[in-house]
């Protein structure tokens, strides 16, 4: 239920007996940018780190094992042209711990203490922290080379949005680092707090009115709405880009960028999940077995559709000759679904898996909350989880072969040995 609170400022409660706990989200929104998304997400891990009343980890940690093990989580994330900053708390309802009914009331008074009350003082953050927390996430940034597949991914995705934004990933980059003062930090966390679009949702077994007095009692500012535009429509390569870097591995990645058809809830979505399902989501797909299992030219070999950016990435781990025929026979893969080359059986199963993993997704409070968020954003009319598998189940093999035939090739990023010959 949808509930405005003030101007730019939006509470989604969703009561529920799913769930012991209740999840409360505070959603801070707004245009994605490179150093926007950097300086974020220095201002969300300096919130979880301490505030004003708790100014060490240690008090915070504290205080939620008093509230019954409370957990505080933030994110920093990259929403099509949009960025968003999470400030989650998940608690015990009170329902189960009887005796202590204002439970809820302290873990809200908690969590606006961490976001709106921080460790500051004369326009600054705690420089001690703040230079603490600025290392930290330097030495992040630094970290993710070492996980190979992501950093592959990582390269293709400046590949394909080479001189945009959108080449940066939605933490940011350590690029746009050096130049963040704890004061400039402290006038981003302002902006943010004070003109960004907010959205509180809460997900429980709880009475809406409840929560709407408890938001009553915060001092919540109007601010400008942001307009509820998140796709982002790339423009197309009339030809392949291709990239590559040498490092001292043993595995190379090869990974493929394809323009997309589909976009989250458009005419090809239903058919685009079966689509990606049966090329390469699932380990009857296509690429898996022929690719993988078959010719044994990979040790991993996937695909995944980027819903809000239209765009397909195929991932795989292969050795470094093997390249050209990895190349060859993925493309090849997309050839075959292309001219229908698949059976019904295969279109039943990946239904069936497709169905499956959304019904577990809603056992998930937080998958919960993130799906309902997604449809906030994007779609007036959410559909019911009988709409949703209608839909799904009505896709036919042609639809299917027209989002395949929609599928181009964009970019082609190749992490190799150091000692690799292309």
Sequence with gaps: MEY?????????????????????????????????????????NMLETNSKQYPSQNEMDLKMASLYGATLHTQSQRFGKQHVVTLSL????????????????????FLEEIIFRPNAEDGKFHEKTFL???????????????????????RLNQVLFEGTDQAYQGIGDAGFLEDITSGSLFECYEEMIGSNQLDILVSGDVAPERILNILAAQK??????????????????????????????NQGKLFFGFSSPVYYMNDHYFAGLVFDGLFGGFPHSKLFQNVREKESLAYSASSGLDFLRGVMTV?????????????????????????????????????????????????????????QYQDILIIENPLSQEQWIAGLNAVTKEQIVAVAEKMTLQAIFFLKGEATDE
């Design 220 to 249: 919540l500012s109007d601010r400008k709405e942001t307009e509820k535009e998140v796709f982002y429509l790339r423009a197309k390569n009339t030809e392949p880009v291709t990239s590559s870097e040498a490092q001292d591995i």
């Design 315 to 371: 991932g795989t781990g292969i050795e470094f000759d093997k390249r050209e025929q990895v190349e060859k026979i993925v493309l090849a893969q997309l050839q075959d679904m292309q001219a229908g080359d698949f059976s019904d059986a295969l279109i039943a199963q990946t239904k069936s898996m497709l169905i499956n993993h959304y019904k577990q997704n809603d056992d998930y409070q937080g998958r919960s909350l993130a799906k």
């Design 4 to 44: 405005k609170l003030k101007q730019g400022v939006t509470a989604y409660i969703e009561p529920s007996d799913k769930y012991k706990t209740v999840l409360i989200q505070y959603k801070f929104r707004t245009i994605f940018s490179g150093k926007t998304a950097t300086e974020r997400s220095l201002v969300k």
């Design 132 to 154: 603490r927390e600025k290392d930290n996430l330097n030495n992040y940034f630094e970290s993710l080379i070492e996980d190979k597949s992501a950093y592959a991914r990582t």
């Design 90 to 109: 998940s608690v015990v309802n009170d329902k189960f711990i009887g005796g202590d009914d204002t439970l809820l009331e302290e873990a809200f008074a």
